[in-house]
C-alpha cells in the first residue's frame, strides 16, 4: 500500500472506525442497579475497552477539524482533549475500580463486608458512577463532549460542508448529556452519530458531489 493510501486508511480507520467501535461497545455497557449484582466479566470487559476508546473518539473530532485554524476549531480541540481526560479517569475509578472490588468482594465469601469501600468509589461525588448522582468528572466529559461537537459542527458549517454531517454531530453533541449515560442510549447515540457523521464526510459528500444533474 502507498504511504499515502495507508495513512488515509490509518485516518478513516480512527475517524469512522473508533466511534462506531465505541457506539457498538456501549450497546453491551450493562445499566447498574445494585453495584453487587453487576454482570462482572462484561461490566469489565466494556470498561477496559472504553480506556482505549474514549480517547479515539476525542481523536476522531480532532481529525475533522484538522488543518483548521480559527476559535471554532481549536475550541473542538481543547474540548475533545478534556472529554478524553476526564472520561477516562472517571470510567477507570467508577468503572474498572468499583468492578474489580466487586469481584474481589464476591471471592472473599463475605462480600457485605466490602460494601461501605465499595459503595465509598461508587458513590464518590468526582470519581463515582452511582445511578442518579452527577459526578464532577463524568459531568465535565459530558460538557466537553458537547462543546467540541458543536465547533466541529460550526466549523463544516464555515467551511460549507453537509448539512447531513452538521446535524449528526449536533445529535452527537447531546446524546450523552439528555441521556445521562454512555451506556444505551446516550453512547450508541452519541458515539454512532459521530461515526455516520465521519463517514459521510468521507464518502457521502464526495458521492452526492460526483452524481449528475438531473
Known amino acids: 500500500m502507498h504511504p499515502m493510501q495507508q495513512r488515509g486508511f490509518f485516518e478513516t480507520l480512527l475517524m469512522v472506525g473508533a466511534p462506531l467501535a465505541l457506539a457498538t461497545l456501549e450497546v453491551f455497557h450493562p445499566h447498574p442497579g445494585d453495584v453487587f449484582k453487576l454482570p462482572l466479566g462484561i461490566w469489565l470487559a466494556v470498561h477496559y475497552s472504553q480506556i482505549v476508546l474514549f480517547p479515539l473518539a476525542g481523536i476522531a473530532v480532532v481529525l475533522i477539524v484538522r488543518g ?12 475533545a482533549f478534556i472529554f478524553a481526560v476526564t472520561f477516562v479517569a472517571f470510567d477507570t475509578a467508577a468503572g474498572v475500580v468499583t468492578g474489580i472490588l466487586v469481584q474481589a468482594a464476591q471471592n472473599s465469601g463475605a462480600p457485605e463486608a466490602w460494601r461501605p469501600a465499595v459503595m465509598a468509589v461508587w458513590t464518590h461525588p468526582i470519581i463515582g458512577g452511582a445511578p442518579g448522582s452527577a459526578p464532577v468528572l463524568a459531568v465535565a466529559g459530558s460538557i466537553a463532549w458537547s462543546v467540541a461537537l458543536v465547533m466541529t459542527a460550526v466549523v463544516l458549517r464555515r467551511a460549507r460542508q453537509s448539512w447531513i454531517a452538521t446535524l449528526l454531530l449536533i445529535g452527537s453533541a447531546f446524546a450523552l448529556s439528555i441521556f445521562k449515560t454512555h451506556a444505551w442510549p446516550g453512547g450508541p447515540l452519541s458515539f454512532g452519530a459521530l461515526g455516520f457523521a465521519a463517514a459521510w464526510l468521507r464518502w457521502g459528500s464526495a458521492s452526492a458531489s460526483a452524481a449528475p444533474a438531473t
Open 68 to 79: 483548521v485554524r480559527g476559535v471554532a476549531a481549536g475550541l473542538a480541540r481543547i474540548a
